[in-house]
């Protein structure tokens, strides 16, 4: 099993940035506008902060990666400033009796920007200078192919060493025949590669078909390269790499860490409301009432696999009498191991809240594909196609497919099919919106119920 964060730079930098970024905004307002009234003030400092997520979400300002171009850089830098500008002046005109002078304005926007811009090219560059001098931040990648579009890809590797990208072998064959993918998925394993490139004309179907479902089961990052400015299809995420344009086999908004931050940020404001205004006087309550009716303990600890298969202790109101097949056996229709208040709390999914304490911890999010126990897992991996993509988030207390109705027992293959489709769908199309539906949908499902909650 590969390492959490193999390769990559620590996950806190671009949130750190988010913070400065926004202590910059805040910095500059007290110097140049002035509020008799303390609770407009305060108010001011939290819109400004909303305008700059906001627009900052909108012109993908954080989203620069080691291979983006400077000329990438100060073009979304300029974006970001004209629209954060046109933000800040549509909120003063529409709110402030007084309006601050547009040349103020403008020289705020300037100061704001100056620390903003400079703290940018320097973390960009810092981590070049890292890469070289110490040699730290690399992902090692391998790349599958022989013809031109392989050689300038690793040409662009071996020349810019300061992007940290670090070749550690070159399959070269002369017919798919030839290529031996097992000692490929071998090497992969052995030397804990982070990324693959692959020259797709180069392979069969079922060699291609294989490679995918290699690195999707091992969670390694696979990349198609195509011909110079050429696209294997249009619904592949397109890349470009010196000359080489490369595609990501499917988009996955969560592998940016500013998207990582955002959902971070909700989840933790979420469960701790959730703890302090619910579970502070659910949990006595329900306590009691379990307590009254069997003998145990009150919560009910699962093991259950999450982000990139790992293990965690999944939390639960306990909803059945003490029985050795808990960890093992799902709950089925009428299920003799299920308690008079266990139905109950299951109906309405009540048993699932202390989940949110798993949230709190990192161990899952709010919003995403619900875990199964270690069994169900390894059966499914072995059987299902692309079972295992959905590990590449973290869990959730709902998800998708459940406000989709494949929630609960799995009856037939299809259920944990269309459970794995929406999941993929999910992490293929998150955004902080789909996670606000997703949990809205969960709420009407609490008061109506639903037909497999038992």
Known sequence: MVKKYAGRYSRFLRPISVFIDIVAVNSFIFLFFFYNDVLLGKLTYIIFSFLWIISSLLTRFYEVYRFTKVLRIFTIIFYQLVLFTVLVFAYLGATESNVPNSFIILLYISYCFIPIVGFKLLLYYGLQRYRLGFGGNFRKTIIIGNNEAVTELKGF??????????NRKTFHFESPESFDIESCFTFILNNNIDEVYCSVNELKKDQIKLLVLFCENNFKILKFISERGGILSKKLQSETYGFSTVQSLRPMPLSNDYNTFIKRFFDIVFSFLVIVFILSWVTPLL??????????????????????????????????????TADTQQATKNDVRVTRIGRVMRKTSIDELPQFFNVLLGDMSVVGPRPHMINENEKYAKSIKKFMVRHFVKPGITGMAQVKGFRGEIETETDIINRVKYDIYYLENWSILLDLNIIFLTSVNFLTGQKKAY
Do not use: A, D, H, W
């Not at 590797?157 to 670090?166: A, D, I, P, R």
């Not at 009254?292 to 202790?313: A, C, D």
């Open 157 to 166: 590797f071996g020349s810019q060493k300061e992007l940290g990208y670090e």
């Open 287 to 324: 306590g009691l009432l379990i307590k009254i009716e069997s003998k145990g303990p009150v919560f009910f600890k699962q093991t259950r696999n999450g982000l990139k298969f790992k293990e965690f202790r999944c939390l639960k109101f306990r909803s059945m009498f003490e029985n050795k």
